[in-house]
């Protein structure tokens, strides 16, 4: 094993013909054992980074290094196990023969494509055709294909993607395990509740550019403070003080509560307050901010999912 | 690593029934267009035809002649099935996505497309022996029915005429495979394969060959594969196959035919390296 982080670019670009950038200036550090979460919005360039990272497209511009080799290195991309944009086999095959062709590629024997299908529960339906398969069946062939010959570092996009409840347990499970044995798993998902759960560090992707990466603490506070809900007597009298307060951003009166927004840090400043005007104060906690909440808070100021001639504009 | 490509693709291949279809195709070609329908013609040949023209096509659907009567019947019929075949392995993969499940891997691009070029030549060997064996099969009932002593080609005729097949189908299929890779379509590529054999090898071909253009007929697929078959002893006058007539010399076509195959898998190689995979 070669030492230096997992995954390492800088200035990751890649235009299109006409002119759209689809990743722009891209600086990403993905060390050896972590569990990395990409996220972003519909055409955020998630997908077309993996892509240059397992040499399936040519960056535009920018360098880096997979497994201490530079992009689309053969050698380092065996050892690279990878599902982007969905699973793909050929639909005359069974699931099993797909992962026996895969591994005639990678001169694999057969008894890791049983291993694989084992890991992905998909041993049982393995005779059958790909065609016949469900969504998920296709999902748990696609994971299977990216852990087979164990590989050092797993690329996976939106991998829960049409699995049952079950299916997203168990992949949880199955990061977990990849994580525990020392590998290191780059995966995007739209999950941002799983990501939070999975996940050491996060990159949040908008546009095409990195806009906020650390780790989940440091996301959830990107986003914006967290706030306050408070139930009071009299509400409107506590409205008004509470407002008033010059560390409090906003008040808003929401099912017989206020919603404050404000650092934690200021409960008891405001609590403080609203005893000294005499109101009765009969609940006060704080409300974290989730990942998902602080996903928002950074990425919705720039509007809807961005078109074409915005692109172009970049 | 070309070597796991090419088993890889061997093991695509047994499983693709199209191909074998294909190949099935061209030897019930050989069945009914070289004997069936010719031996059918010399039946009906009645006293009107001189003598020697219904001996020389009973001749060749003998088992003597039936090495370079089969070369011969490659030109016209069999390359267009071997370019198709080309083709077929090279584009397949672009259908279903299969291509970036496998590339993001197997990155090694060139040893990917050498590895299934290799599937193909030989793919293409196996067709030629097929091709000799049904040949042979059917000549020895024409014999067998005319009542005439079995006389088979030597040991060494045989060789060589699977190899001149061998070559002559490695020439269509990198035609095909190149097609392949430029277009991404299995489906474009027996469109332009077919169209190309169509026009301007049969139509352009026949035009060139009335206007006595040879210079340009001998860099052409089917002349120079119609050239193997003639210096191996195939007479174009005999029918069958023969609708192709040389334009050159073995030696020259031999040329012609490598050119086409190297030609055919350096555009392959340049195109596959150079485009994204989505
Ligand atoms: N082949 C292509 N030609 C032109 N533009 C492309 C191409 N592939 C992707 N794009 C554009 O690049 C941008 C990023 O797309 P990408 O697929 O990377 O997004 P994503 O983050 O994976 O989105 P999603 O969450 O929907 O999967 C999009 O605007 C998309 O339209
Ligand atoms: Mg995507």
């Known amino acids: ?200 560090r996060i990159a949040v992707i908008h546009n095409g550019r990195l806009i906020a990466e650390g780790t989940v603490a440091d996301i959830r506070s990107a986003g914006g403070t967290g706030s306050l809900l408070i139930r009071a007597d009299p509400l409107d009298k506590a409205s008004a003080v509470v407002a008033a307060l010059p560390q409090v951003t906003s008040v808003a009166e929401v099912g017989g509560a206020l919603a404050v927004q404000t650092d934690p840090a200021n409960a008891a400043a405001v609590n403080r307050a609203l005893a000294l005007a005499d109101i009765d104060v009969l609940e006060l906690r704080v409300v974290r901010q989730s990942l998902e909440d602080a996903f928002l808070d950074i990425t919705h100021d720039n509007g809807p999912v961005p078109t074409g001639d915005q692109l172009e504009a970049r | 690593m070309i070597g796991n490509s090419m088993t890889a693709e061997l093991f695509a291949l047994r499983r693709r029934r199209a191909v074998w279809v294909l190949v099935g195709f061209w030897s019930a070609q050989i069945l009914l267009f070289a004997y069936t329908i010719s031996y059918v013609i010399y039946l009906s040949m009645g006293a009107d035809f001189a003598a020697g023209q219904a001996e020389a096509l009973l001749a060749s659907l003998l088992p003597a002649s039936v090495d370079h009567y089969i070369v011969g019947s490659m030109p016209i019929w069999g390359g267009p099935v071997m370019l198709i075949i080309g083709g077929m392995v090279s584009a397949g993969d672009y259908r279903n996505g299969t291509l970036r499940t ?117 860099v052409m697929l089917g002349p120079a594969s119609a050239a193997i078959a003639q210096a191996q002893g195939g007479d174009p006058s005999a029918g069958g196959g023969f609708a192709i007539t040389a334009a050159t010399g073995p030696g020259a076509a031999v040329a012609v035919l490598l050119g086409y195959a190297v030609l055919s898998l350096a555009i392959a190689l340049f195109t596959f390296n150079r485009r994204d995979v989505v």
């Open chain 2, 102 to 218: 496998i590339l993001a891997r197997f990155a090694d691009r060139r040893a990917l497309l050498l590895g299934r070029y290799a599937a193909v030549v030989l793919v293409m060997l196996i067709v030629s022996i097929i091709s000799l064996v049904v040949g042979t099969a059917c000549s020895t009932v024409v014999s067998l029915a005319e009542a005439r002593p079995l006389v088979f080609p030597s040991f060494g005729q045989f060789l060589t005429a699977a190899g001149a097949l061998w070559l002559v189908e490695i020439a269509w299929a990198s035609v095909g495979f190149a097609l392949g890779i430029v277009t991404r379509n299995v489906g474009a590529t027996i469109g332009i394969g077919l169209v190309w054999t169509l026009l301007v090898e049969n139509v352009l071909g026949s035009l060139l060959g009335a206007l006595d253009l040879n210079p340009i007929r001998a």
């Open chain 1, 1 to 200: 094993m070669s030492t230096g982080a997992a995954i390492h670019v800088t200035g990751l670009t890649k235009s299109y013909a006409a002119g759209a950038v689809a990743v722009g200036d891209l600086d990403l550090t993905v060390e050896r054992g972590q569990v990395y979460g990409f996220v972003g919005r519909n055409g955020a360039g998630k997908t077309t980074t993996m892509r240059m990272l397992v040499g399936l497209i040519r960056p535009t511009a920018g360098t880096g290094a997979v497994l201490g080799r530079p992009l689309g290195d053969p050698a380092a991309l065996a050892r690279v196990g990878s599902l982007i944009e969905g699973p793909s086999f050929y639909p005359h095959l069974s699931g099993r023969d797909n992962l026996r062709l895969l591994a005639r590629y990678l001169g694999l024997p057969d008894t890791e494509v049983d291993a694989a299908l084992e890991r992905v529960e998909l041993a049982h339906r393995a005779g059958d055709r790909f065609r016949a398969y469900s969504l998920g069946m296709k999902q748990r062939l696609g994971v299977a294909a990216a852990l087979l010959g164990d590989p050092e570092l797993l690329i996976l996009d939106e991998p829960t993607n049409g699995l049952d409840p079950a299916g997203i347990v168990a992949m949880r499970e199955l990061i977990g395990s990849l994580a525990a044995a020392d590998r290191t798993v780059l995966l995007s998902s739209h999950q941002l509740n799983e990501v939070e759960e999975i996940c050491d």
